[in-house]
């Protein structure tokens, strides 16, 4: 392993949790060699704190063990620089393994692998790439205390708007934040492709390029979102992946394009043709029949459920279509050799190894068992009432979480065992949620009931 710039005097080493925080430790550089040989250690629990962080996930799996530590090794053989960092530090990605070197099931990254596993034993290379959208924040508006976009202070001291989708002087007016982040991508392998003015005051995309190695596509992902948020936070906002922070403003998406390779590096689900193969409307097949059981990786949180509605961009039951962005499933249009599915459910706020598991899982069994799709949708999905909506998604969390933790298919390609714990920990957050009194419910009940 080796050092990205000279003059790092620590590191940070980290997995995500299962909600896709970064939990790991800063290390002094001399320890580098001995971590690179023997990983850090970090109790299992590290993996499923609440939100409230005054509990751990009581499943069974954590304080059966006494909460003993698993082994955190690094898995990539560079440190990389951090260069908004404000002294020199470094960052390297981890995964979590139990003492006797086995993989620790709970880890996201560990159940991705698994998957990512199936699919080389058939020959075939995942490509995948991701587009994270998310909203740039200044602080709580004093009227109604909630966040607000940011003024731009190197525009015209207007606030973004909604009308300034696709705007490149919005751009020009945050140009010195862009210009961060476009360089901390490169420094730090992160393959940023276009930046996009989104739909919500605020709201941007970035689209990272397209990589045959889906390890990576999630590691970037992640690295991904801490640069955003980091630089953000430097530069005097707030970056947020929240789902739906703003009820009647756009949500945070994040859709993942993606192929397959076979041995020769050829595009499976290209046929020469605009259509695609068997082997790609088969992927369709699966994704669409394990769409409602995956649901709680892609709309991971409370929150996450109010993306869904008609009209903003985001799917409302389980459909597909060309070149249609009303649908859960786009097949984009482009050259044949650039066939691919685009998953439009996931939410920004998801984790992005647990996103590309579930992904990646439904279209194996969808290949596997030859799986028909029904007809795809042709106009607005929205509205069209000849559209076949028997594949509802769930709309509520509880709701998506009985249906993940019934999952036989699920726990068949990401485990029994993470299946059991990531059940357990998204009903802990429920229990927590529901305990809570919310601000509405004072207002609205307190004086008149
Ligand atoms: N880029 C788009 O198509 C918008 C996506 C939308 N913001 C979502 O929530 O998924």
Request: net charge negative; aromatic share 8%.
């Amino acid at each position: 392993m080796s050092l990205s710039a000279e003059n790092e005097r620590e590191f940070d080493l980290f997995i995500t949790d299962l909600n896709g925080n970064l939990r790991g430790k800063r290390i002094p550089v001399n320890s580098l060699d001995k971590v690179m040989d023997e990983g850090v250690k970090l109790p299992r629990s590290v993996l499923g704190f609440d939100f409230w962080g005054d509990d751990v996930l009581d499943n069974g799996l954590v304080f059966e063990t006494g909460d003993s530590d698993g082994v955190c090794m690094p898995v990539h053989d560079e440190v990389v620089e951090v260069p908004w960092a404000e002294v020199p530090r470094g960052q390297v990605m981890a995964m979590m393994f139990n003492p006797d070197g086995t993989p620790f099931s709970a880890d996201p990254r560990q159940v991705l692998s698994g998957v990512v596993a199936r699919f080389k034993a058939l020959g075939l290379t995942p490509v995948v790439a991701t587009e994270l959208e998310f909203y740039l924040m200044d602080g709580q508006s004093e009227e109604t205390q909630r966040p607000r976009p940011p003024v731009l202070v190197e525009g015209h001291g207007r606030r973004l708007k909604a009308t300034d989708c696709y705007s490149i002087d919005e751009m020009d007016c945050l140009s010195a934040f862009f210009t961060e982040v476009r360089e901390a991508c490169d420094i730090q392998g992160v393959p940023a492709d276009t930046i996009i003015s989104e739909l919500g005051p605020g709201q941007f995309e970035i689209n990272l390029n397209h990589v045959a190695n889906p390890m990576l596509a999630g590691d970037q992902a992640v690295m991904f979102k801490r640069l955003i948020k980091g630089i953000a936070r430097k530069q005097g906002y707030s970056a947020t992946f929240m789902a739906k922070p703003y009820a009647k403003k756009s949500g945070n998406g994040m859709h993942v394009h993606f192929s397959l390779l076979d041995e020769n590096g050829n595009n499976v689900f290209d046929n020469g043709g605009d259509e695609g193969t068997d082997v790609m409307r088969h992927a369709v097949g699966g994704l669409m029949q394990t769409m409602s059981s995956s649901m709680l990786t892609f709309a991971p949180h409370m929150n996450s459920y109010r993306r869904f509605m008609s009209g903003a961009h985001a799917p409302t039951f389980a459909s597909w279509g060309y070149e249609n962005r009303t649908v859960a499933l786009r097949i984009p249009e482009s050259p044949p050799v650039a066939r691919r599915i685009e998953h439009r459910v996931s939410g920004a706020d998801a984790n992005p190894y647990l996103v590309l598991a579930s992904i990646l899982a439904g279209a194996l069994y969808g290949i596997e068992n030859k799986i028909e799709p029904p007809a795809p949708i042709t106009g607005d999905a929205y509205t069209d009432d000849s559209a076949d909506r028997t594949q509802t998604l769930p709309n509520k969390w509880d709701d998506a979480t009985d249906r993940f933790s019934q999952s036989d298919v699920l726990k068949e390609y990401l485990g029994e065992t993470f299946v059991r714990v990531y059940t357990a920990a998204k009903r802990q957050e429920q229990r927590k949620l529901h305990e809570q009194i919310s601000d509405i419910e004072y207002e609205a009940y307190l004086g008149l009931l």
